[in-house]
């Protein structure tokens, strides 16, 4: 059981979305706080209401797909903290494109989505290995990570890998104070589908219909996510699944493999 008062926790993409839901609930849980993000202003605005809410936060303006600023990051945040105890690899971006197009596109989602965490464990998990304490990562992949959905080919090999990642992480922390968990949500209420704002060299236009809208049935708040990872991590849970339509949906595909059969199309309720 990890217990979270009066430790510290580190959140890429931090400033909204999931990782502002985990930020908040966190700090009511008594955690200091490290949010990193790559949009200052949603930083400085997000920093501004945790802080006025009592927590204790520290916020640092980063690009994951950097390895150096990641690097960064958890040099800034030991010496101001002096420890990390819990690791939020959350920072993500979709782009919508075919399988066989955009290489651009998967340039930028897979060294946000993918690198990115594997340079957040890179910088973050010797360090929490060597102080001998109790520690959680948890890495936020997606039910991309489960189900491939057509059009989002890049998002979904990230999410994948992510997914990989975490079970390898689980196995190799058999020995050791430290634990992991694999985030797979859903259609959350976030801003993700507007990721694009922050990609340089691109001429920015919203289009509200490019991808899955937000309002069916299943989506839920950054919040309601948020308290789900809490509870889930303080027992212990690797696969954390706030929509668990896709769990079946996964079981689904696993029968299927055995059988022989085609890919599960994966749906979303509404």
């Excluded at 001998?132 to 890049?154: D, K, Q």
């Amino acid at each position: 059981m990890f217990d979270f008062k009066d430790r510290v926790a580190v959140i890429t993409g931090g400033a909204s979305g999931i990782g502002l839901g985990l930020a908040t609930r966190l700090a009511s849980e008594g955690m200091k706080i490290v949010i990193a993000d790559i949009e200052t202003s949603a930083l400085e605005k997000a920093s501004e209401s945790l802080r006025a809410s009592g927590a204790e936060v520290l916020g640092i303006q980063c690009d994951v797909s950097d390895k150096a600023q990641v690097e960064a990051l958890a040099i800034t945040a030991y010496e101001h903290f002096g420890n990390v105890h819990f690791l939020a690899n959350n920072a993500g971006v979709v782009s919508r494109h075919k399988a066989w197009e955009g290489p651009e596109d998967w340039d930028w989602v897979l060294g946000i989505d993918l690198m990115g965490v594997i340079y957040g464990v890179q910088s973050f998990v010797p360090r929490m290995l060597a102080s001998g304490e109790p520690g959680h990562i948890l890495n936020t992949a997606s039910t991309a990570g489960l189900l491939a959905f057509p059009g989002i080919a890049s998002y979904n090999v990230a999410k994948r890998g992510v997914v990989a990642l975490s079970e390898t992480l689980h196995h190799e922390f058999t020995k050791s104070a430290l634990s992991v968990s694999v985030l797979c949500p859903g259609i959350v209420d976030t801003n993700i589908g507007t990721s694009e704002r922050n990609r340089e060299g691109i001429d920015y236009k919203p289009e509200p219909d490019k991808f899955l809208p937000s309002d069916g049935k299943e989506n839920l708040t950054p919040d309601e996510v948020a308290d789900i990872v809490v509870d889930e991590v303080r027992e212990g849970v690797f696969w954390i699944l706030p929509h668990k339509h896709y769990g079946e949906q996964a079981l689904e595909q696993a029968t299927r493999r055995i059988s022989g059969g085609t890919p599960v199309m994966p749906h979303i309720h509404r």
